[in-house]
């Protein structure tokens, strides 16, 4: 495959990941905020926009609406949904060839919906609605993705961009809810703090499945042991590492002697650590510097991607 | 056929076909179809107009669905639009056929010989048939091609000439598109559909095929592949999909089994050429490429070109790899060397062209510049070096501002321009408004050129869609039509 075309996939799955991220958070965080005091709702947004990486030139304005509105529609901030949707699209448009046709008119179809609706709707509200349909355009576009594309190289260069996203945004909204809320570690959680875990789950589709494991007793300790190392549910970390490390397996696989050890090395280490680690070692070292770890660790995969399937160097190549 | 029938086809807008000096496709005379149109004629008369407004539309939901458009495009909004086309065939006997492919054999046959003395000996220089300074004025002349061997003395291994019928019904050459010529995926759908829409009439006519050109453009770009390259890597590179041509780009390379390519896919390294994929470089043979020679390599050729491989030049001067079509094609199909194609091809293969030229003014000779300057009102004048219908006076549609502006550039640089008589070239019939009404058409058949000369069986038929229009670019509101060559 293309190195470009692998780099245009990867792109695509991730863009598409960031956007359901987004419309969710801010779909959460809207929803929260009807039952709230001022000055909690601003501590709140303020980790919203950290949480989204602290998107250019956008403050907190203490107008929740006005700041839904710039990271939905803005299309010239590019961490909006607008954004992400119109580069993922983008991306799919310069394979059109690898995709589906099925997959092409479902990103196209996303991308029409969200370019094209009608601003002229009164500022205040942020139609939920309309988040949710992005939401949903999502989840079609990956249904569709698994079963109408061949599960090869450039559906595994999907799998990675998705899982490596969301790790990371799991990973950075754990640690931005670990600065604010760990203190008192170990108590059930009451109160207004009660709401923000639930946003917390939420943010992550995690409530359900949640409750599911340890019942709606929102004990911080368990949420971090469920978000961050449980093996079957999708939003996990660990469940997202999993996934990734057998993508990037896969596509090992296809290169036959390509020398991919280091990224093997990269993700591997990654895995294990989640996958054996106990919540209780983890509560007992710095658990800030081991999430931020996490986020170093998938950025340097991505490297690694880079540096290995797409942006290698003429000589090395030729070595190899 | 039958009387009764035409009256029942009469009843759908006949009485109001045009037919003058120019020459039908369809009708000899008014109420005397062409033998070869009369089952189209007998088929037409038995559907209701609802049922052919039925079809056209199912044809054109058919190609939507299909991604067969092409984009207006800007970042904020994505439109694509079906390239226009018309629901009724034009077709063309055998015989005539025949020769219009003999003739076409011979021509191309002829340029190549001739782009291959001119960038080696130059004879046809020197024995002064060509004046050189037609040949060294040009701007697609490249001096880096002097004394290079490519693969077979292949020059031009796509071509498509634009062909039109004149009143007499003589079939004569427009012009020859021997740099990146395109429209043949148009080619390839418009028969998809057409066979899908009226398929008993397909049976009934015996229509010759054409499903294998992708085929024979593989086969084309294989026996060019470098000595000892056994199993040749071939890939198509094109300029990226904001190129009108894009969908083109990846129809042909989906079709014939190949990578899509765009310049920053491709490396070079001691003068090898090689893409870039996730198993690691993979060395390249031969490019199909739909890039002009001016942006294909900044090291060569234009210094500012984003599109380009840097080094792809030197790779295939050092006969590592090879470029269908090669540098420097331009040259044979400038607007003003064309009147000199006639005189190449008698210089080479010593026979009669086959297939004549139109007319031609050429602009540096002082006599023929002050006639045209007289008589812009009724020629056609036209830019050298243009394709696509730019750059170009239509004398009768032209208004006095439009004749002044090009008065003063032809005085300004008579090399850059040629004129030619304005030819009522012949009429189709085409479905318009629940009706028929004749349309001007041209031809356009695609030649391949490897170690055999391939033409597939009729071609794009471009068609000017609106009324009186000459204009049969798709740039400027042209549509196309599929064409049938009968078996008999």
Request: hydrophobic letters at 40%; charged letters at 20%.
């Amino acid at each position: 495959m293309l190195s470009r075309v692998a780099d245009n996939l990867y792109w695509m799955s991730r863009y598409l990941e960031r956007a359901e991220h987004t419309a969710r958070i801010l779909d959460v965080n809207l929803n929260l905020m009807l039952d709230e005091s001022s000055s909690s709702v601003d501590r709140r947004w303020q980790r919203v926009l950290a949480a989204l990486g602290n998107p250019l030139d956008l403050a907190w304005s203490g107008d929740a609406y006005q700041v839904a509105h710039v990271l939905t529609f803005d299309s010239s901030n590019r961490s909006s949904i607008t954004s992400c949707i119109t580069s993922a699209r983008e991306n799919a448009r310069q394979v059109r060839e690898e995709i589906s046709s099925e997959q092409w008119q479902r990103v196209n179809r996303l991308f029409h919906q969200v370019a094209h609706y009608n601003l002229t709707e009164s500022l205040d509200v942020l139609p939920s609605e309309f988040l949710l349909s992005v939401i949903e355009g999502i989840h079609l576009f990956q249904g569709v993705t698994d079963s109408t594309m061949g599960h090869g190289e450039g559906w595994q260069f999907i799998q990675v961009g998705r899982y490596i996203e969301r790790a990371s945004a799991t990973a950075s909204l754990l640690n931005l809810y670990h600065r604010e809320f760990w203190g008192q570690a170990g108590n059930p959680a009451e109160g207004s703090e009660y709401l923000e875990w639930i946003g917390l789950l939420r943010s992550c589709t995690a409530f359900e499945a949640y409750c599911k494991t340890y019942t709606a007793d929102l004990n911080p300790d368990r949420i971090l042991e469920f978000l961050l190392l449980n093996p079957e549910f999708p939003h996990a970390v660990r469940y997202s590492i999993d996934c990734l490390q057998t993508a990037l397996d896969a596509i090992h696989g296809e290169g036959g002697k390509r020398r991919a050890s280091p990224l093997t090395r990269l993700a591997g280490r990654l895995r294990a650590s989640l996958g054996f680690g106990q919540i209780s070692e983890i509560l007992s070292e710095d658990v800030g510097s081991y999430l931020q770890g996490i986020l170093y660790q998938c950025r340097d995969i991505h490297e690694m991607i880079y540096q290995i399937y797409i942006n290698y160097s003429i000589q090395t190549a030729l070595a190899g | 056929m039958g009387s009764a029938e035409l009256r029942r086809f009469d009843s759908f807008a006949l009485p109001n076909y045009l037919i003058d000096g120019a020459y039908d496709e369809m009708f000899e005379a008014i109420g005397q179809p062409r033998e070869h149109y009369v089952p189209l004629l007998e088929t037409l008369a038995a559907l209701p107009a609802d049922e052919i407004r039925r079809r056209k539309h199912a044809a054109d939901l058919s190609l939507l669905n299909q991604g067969i458009t092409f984009t207006v495009y800007g970042r904020e909004e994505g439109t694509e639009r079906i390239f226009p086309y018309d629901l009724l065939p034009r077709i063309i006997p055998s015989e005539e056929w025949n020769h219009v492919e003999r003739g076409l054999t011979q021509r191309i046959t002829a340029l190549n010989l001739f782009l291959r003395d001119i960038y080696n000996e130059g004879r046809i220089l020197a024995d002064g048939i060509v004046p050189r300074e037609i040949v060294y004025s040009c701007k697609h002349f490249r001096r880096q091609m002097r004394g290079l061997q490519v693969p077979r003395n292949v020059y031009i291994a796509v071509v498509g000439s634009d062909l039109i019928r004149l009143p007499s019904g003589e079939f004569v050459v427009l012009e020859d598109n021997l740099r990146v010529p395109s429209g043949v995926s148009y080619m390839l759908t418009n028969r998809r559909v057409m066979k899908r829409i009226f398929p008993q009439l397909f049976q009934r006519y015996g229509v010759r095929p054409i499903e294998h050109y992708t085929q024979a453009l593989l086969s084309t770009l294989r026996s060019l592949a470098p000595e000892g390259r056994a199993e040749p890597t071939i890939v198509l590179l094109s300029p990226g999909v904001f190129n009108s041509a894009y969908f083109e780009h990846a129809y042909l390379a989906r079709q014939m089994g190949i990578e899509l390519v765009e310049g920053r896919d491709l490396v070079t390294h001691d003068n090898i050429v090689y893409m870039r994929t996730t198993t690691g470089l993979r060395r390249v043979d031969v490019i199909y490429r739909r890039v002009d020679d001016d942006f294909i390599d900044p090291l060569a050729f234009r210094a500012d070109s984003v599109l380009g491989v840097a080094g792809l030049f030197n790779a295939y001067r050092a006969g590592n790899v090879t470029l269908a079509n090669a540098f420097g094609t331009g040259v044979a199909d400038d607007k003003a060397l064309y009147s000199y194609v006639p005189k190449i091809v008698k210089y080479y293969l010593e026979e009669d062209p086959i297939l004549n030229n139109l007319e031609t003014y050429l602009l540096n000779d002082p006599a023929q510049r002050d006639h045209v300057l007289e008589n812009l009102g009724s020629l056609v004048v036209k830019a050298v070096g243009e394709s696509g219908g730019y750059g170009m006076l239509i004398g009768p549609h032209s208004t006095a501002a439009q004749r002044e502006e090009f008065r003063r550039r032809i005085i300004a640089d008579p090399r850059n321009y040629i004129a030619q008589p304005t030819i009522s070239f012949s009429r189709a019939p085409c479905f318009i408004d629940d009706g028929l009404a004749p349309r001007h058409v041209d031809l356009r058949p695609y030649v391949l050129f490897g170690d055999k000369v391939t033409i597939v069986p009729g071609g794009l038929t471009r068609v000017a869609l609106r009324r009186g229009s000459l204009v049969v670019n798709s740039s400027q509101g042209g549509g196309s039509k599929d064409t049938w060559v009968l078996n008999r």
